[in-house]
């Protein structure tokens, strides 16, 4: 079946403009996580949603950081103000239990010039 | 931050040589999981084991857990070279329900 896609796979953008990334999960899974991985910081994560509760938003590195899930399926990271620092390849992983294995998209690859 | 530590950094072996990765980490888990990365994209789940769990297999693969020194290892038998690729152990701890990565391995497999 089809896995976890994200859009678009590679976005340059300019220091100060907002981005939306964004990820289709597997359908009928009701965690989606998202999670950045930079050169020097590894993979971190961000965000975590599950089902209708209120978001783990635990792992945001700032207010400029901003997700949301609408209808339980899709899912939009968006970034306002970019920074240099923000560049880094964003990674959006679905499961069917947070105890279980993730399923991860190929990434969206961000630049920020 | 970082949960766990992997070692090597980096493995360079030979097709047919066993390859064997370690992972650390620091606080009580519920699972540990094995991911595999190529390019520097997307991950690809491997093994997943649970704390109640010591030992694990899947094809080539063999995952031990020892959780009294908070350790996993991961062995591949049988290297191939598209077995090349890094490799990363993650954790679920407590109460949170995200993974925590470890550093990864870069493994490299010569024909």
């Known amino acids: 079946g089809a896995g976890v896609s994200q859009s678009p796979s590679n976005k340059v953008t300019e220091k100060g403009k907002d981005v939306e990334l964004r990820c289709d999960p597997i359908?009928?899974?009701?965690?989606l996580y998202w999670y950045r991985q930079s050169l020097g910081q590894g993979l971190e994560f961000l965000i975590y949603?599950?089902?209708?509760?209120?978001?783990?938003k635990s792992g945001l590195p700032s207010d400029r950081f901003s997700a949301e899930r609408t209808g339980g399926s899709v899912s939009t990271l968006t970034i306002q103000r970019t920074q240099q620092e923000d560049s880094a390849v964003y990674l959006c992983?679905?499961?069917?239990?947070?105890?279980?294995?993730?399923?991860f998209g190929p990434g969206t690859r961000l630049t920020v010039t | 931050s970082q949960q766990g530590e992997e070692d090597p950094q980096a493995l360079s072996i030979q097709e047919g040589e066993n390859a064997t990765m370690n992972c650390s980490y620091k606080t009580s888990i519920n699972n540990l999981q094995w991911y595999r990365q190529n390019s520097g994209r997307g991950l690809v789940h491997l093994i997943l084991?649970?704390?109640?769990?010591r030992e694990k297999h899947s094809g080539r693969l063999r995952v031990t857990l020892d959780t009294s020194k908070k350790s996993s290892s991961l062995l591949i038998t049988a290297s191939r070279a598209a077995d090349t690729a890094s490799y990363f152990c993650a954790t679920v701890s407590g109460s949170a329900r995200q993974l925590t990565f470890g550093s990864g391995t870069q493994l490299t497999v010569l024909p």
């Open positions: 084991i649970r704390s109640n769990e």
């Open positions: 359908s009928g899974h009701t965690a």
């Open positions: 992983a679905s499961s069917p239990h947070y105890d279980h294995e993730q399923y």
């Open positions: 949603f599950q089902g209708n509760s209120a978001p783990d």
